[in-house]
């Protein structure tokens, strides 16, 4: 893999993007629920965190002990690396407050938002480092879409000018064709998944220095953790 491309943990995806993410790309993964897609996410986390780079990971659809006992079920312990992962728990104010170093007070303050993520982002080091948010179709429920979509376009911009990699999730289905055409537009990339029966497909729809067809391949997770994505 080049130094220009990120790996996303999953052998048969990076080989049909040519290597993985672009270095400081912003990536939409979208489908609906049940589809794999937040567990392409902590992979992706994981990944990072085995090859030496840091990580912050902004939960809003549960909290972070959710997000790693979701990950610990297929192997990936993200608590051996708490010194190298930062959290931004943007969901614990429903229940009244979070332990987490950043918490969100609420999703409907962008301006706390914006201060909260760029903070955590400044605890990172300086080199290469992998953000996710999961999920922007959370956020998109507290706020105006045109606020949201402005918001993850800076968040966008500071991840990457920190030597960050960005994978958004959105839920498929959620939302009116406007706004996903409009978050899809700024991004780099944008990967589909979805069930065919009882079976994963992904697709990659689009990705920026890429050579990519939009088919459908088939993808398994199992329960050793290894996903598997064959064209």
């Given amino acids: 893999m080049g130094d220009d491309r990120v790996s996303t943990g999953v052998e048969g995806l990076d080989e049909a993007l040519e290597g993985g993410f672009p270095k400081n790309s912003t990536i939409i993964m979208m489908g609906a629920d049940g589809t794999g897609k937040e567990s392409l996410v902590n992979r ?28 610990q079920y297929y192997g990936w312990d993200l608590t051996e690396f708490e010194e190298r992962i930062v959290f931004v728990d943007g969901y614990s104010w429903q229940a009244g407050g979070s332990d987490e170093r950043f918490a969100l007070d609420g999703l409907s303050d962008l301006n706390q938002m914006n201060m ?22 959370t956020l998109l429920l507290y706020t105006d879409p045109k606020s949201a979509v402005k918001f993850l376009q800076v ?18 289905g959620m939302h009116d064709d406007k706004t996903v055409n409009t978050i899809k537009h700024v991004a780099d990339g944008v990967i589909k998944t979805k069930m065919d ?16 067809s939009r088919q459908w391949m088939d993808f398994e997770l199992d329960d050793s953790g290894k996903i598997n994505v064959t064209q």
């Avoid at 030496?52 to 939960?59: D, H, L, N, P």
């Fill in 44 to 71: 992706y986390v994981y990944q990072g965190l085995q090859e030496g780079e840091e990580s912050m990971y902004v939960t809003l659809d549960g909290t972070p002990d959710d997000v790693k006992d979701d990950a």
């Fill in 155 to 172: 968040v966008g911009a500071k991840s990457s000018s920190s030597g960050g990699c960005l994978v958004i999730t959105l839920e498929e």
């Fill in 197 to 212: 029966g009882d079976d994963k497909k992904i697709s990659i729809q689009r990705m920026d220095k890429t050579n990519t």
């Fill in 116 to 137: 909260t993520f760029t903070d955590a982002l400044n605890a990172l080091g300086d080199e290469s480092k992998r953000v996710a948010i999961h999920s922007a179709s």
